[in-house]
């Protein structure tokens, strides 16, 4: 057995390497693969821009297909340990991934924590397998995962039979796929994101044979064992296929099972709320997006004159009625802030934009969308408002430190860890003095 990482979108005679399950016939009612004998004896393909994503996002585990669990890289003589990969056990600072080379490492591993060089345990054959990561883990365009079970028959001479509807929709979806290690279901990884529409981020349908479920960003992490049996007929790559991704879930789910545009606006309205939620969200969420903004708003001219928690803004006052009557401001600990005279509101670090200067009263609900603002409110966070001393910043932050510092980094996606490493290193140097000074 073999593994191969591949550039290209398919295998081709230069390279040598040949996928190991081939389509021998395409009908309209099914389509007949030729099979491997043993999964743990085949070759494994695996696209390399799937490698460099979950580099990036520190998503690569390994797979013990005797367990069906999931385990990490623990140490540099190939012991790989189990891991606790949820969203509530990770942190920027302490991820439970890895990236692929690590993991590479580990492919004959030990299993045993107590083993040493010199004993006598036989390596476990373990599976590299790439996640899809954690939301506020991911790169973007995120990833997207389709799994449909029970969809190939085998058929006892070393062939199966998929059916035409699960070959339709790994066609629809153009992107990696592969034979699952039972030889009866099959897996496509394409990039992108599950639309809003789908409650939950994730699909469960019935076909007329088998079932497909669809996991993917910007839900939370997913766990699969993935085998790396490419078919030959896709892509040796996981392109950004957004149109493909919806038009598939469109075909899956009738109009009933979508969210309507209100549900959706309704959820959208919740995940921004739960950012200025004190303490629901666990320790892997940075401190800064739960700070109070209660203590910070009680300012004159709002501390002064603010009746059941209505008052006039701490910063401008009164817009249409002098400060005593004004009702134009309100505050509250977990629904966060709102300025009723300028439609503009959010949580603390919206707050204090505001109330340093950083953004006008109108301006501020997106102030953690550019990235050297963000590192202005949380260094005047830190150094003004609270005791964020030893706390982790946002990833935007650091981003910001990046810019002012002129760093290279990922624009669109997490940080490199060395760039993170970095960048959070700097901030920690650095000092809120007011004005446009960072």
Request: charged content about 30%; overall charge negative.
């Amino acid at each position: 057995m073999t593994t191969h990482s591949l550039p290209d979108r398919f295998p081709d005679d230069d390279t040598g390497i040949e996928s190991p399950v081939e389509v021998l016939e395409i009908t309209d009612e099914h389509v007949v693969l030729d099979l491997p004998d043993d999964v743990r004896d085949a070759d494994r393909v695996i696209p390399q821009d799937l490698i460099e994503f979950g580099n990036e996002a520190r998503s690569w585990f390994l797979w013990d297909m005797e367990t069906k669990q999931p385990r990490a890289p623990m140490t540099k003589n190939g012991y790989a340990g189990t891991c606790a990969w949820g969203r509530d056990a990770v942190s920027m600072d302490a991820r439970a991934g890895a990236r692929y080379g690590d993991v590479a490492h580990c492919i004959d591993g030990h299993v045993d924590d107590d083993w040493w060089w010199d004993d006598d345990e036989d390596p476990t054959e373990l599976w590299p397998m790439c996640i899809v990561p954690h939301a506020d883990f991911s790169p973007e365009p995120g990833l997207v995962f389709v799994d449909l079970d029970d969809v190939i028959e085998p058929q006892g001479d070393g062939t199966g039979r998929m059916t035409r509807e699960a070959w339709d929709i790994i066609q629809s979806l153009d992107g990696y796929a592969e034979v699952s290690s039972s030889k009866t279901g099959a897996h496509v990884f394409v990039r992108g994101q599950v639309p809003s529409k789908v409650d939950g981020k994730t699909v469960l349908k019935e076909l007329d044979t088998g079932h497909v479920e669809v996991y993917g960003y910007p839900a939370n992490g997913c766990v699969m064992g993935t085998t790396w049996l490419h078919i030959n007929e896709t892509p040796v790559a996981v392109p950004h296929n957004q149109d493909e991704v919806g038009a598939v879930i469109d075909d899956l789910l009738d109009e009933e099972e979508m969210l309507t545009d209100e549900e959706q606006a309704e959820q959208l309205f919740d995940r921004r709320k739960s950012r200025v939620r004190s303490g629901e969200n666990g320790s892997s969420r940075s401190a800064y997006y739960d700070l109070d903004p209660e203590p910070i708003a009680h300012q004159p001219p709002f501390s002064t004159h603010e009746s059941n928690g209505r008052g006039p803004h701490p910063v401008h006052g009164g817009t249409s009625t002098p400060d005593e009557d004004s009702t134009n401001f309100t505050v509250d600990r977990h629904d966060g802030w709102k300025c009723w005279a300028h439609d503009d509101g959010g949580g603390a670090l919206q707050l204090i934009a505001v109330m340093e200067g950083i953004r006008d009263c109108g301006d501020a609900a997106d102030v953690l969308d550019d990235p050297v603002d963000a590192l202005k409110v949380c260094l005047a966070a830190r150094d003004k408002y609270a005791d964020l001393d030893d706390e982790r910043p946002p990833t935007i932050a650091l981003k910001g430190v990046c810019e002012v510092q002129d760093l290279d980094y990922n624009e669109s996606g997490q940080l490199e860890y060395s760039t993170y490493k970095l960048a959070r290193d700097l901030y920690g140097k650095m000092q809120w003095t007011g004005g446009d000074q960072a």
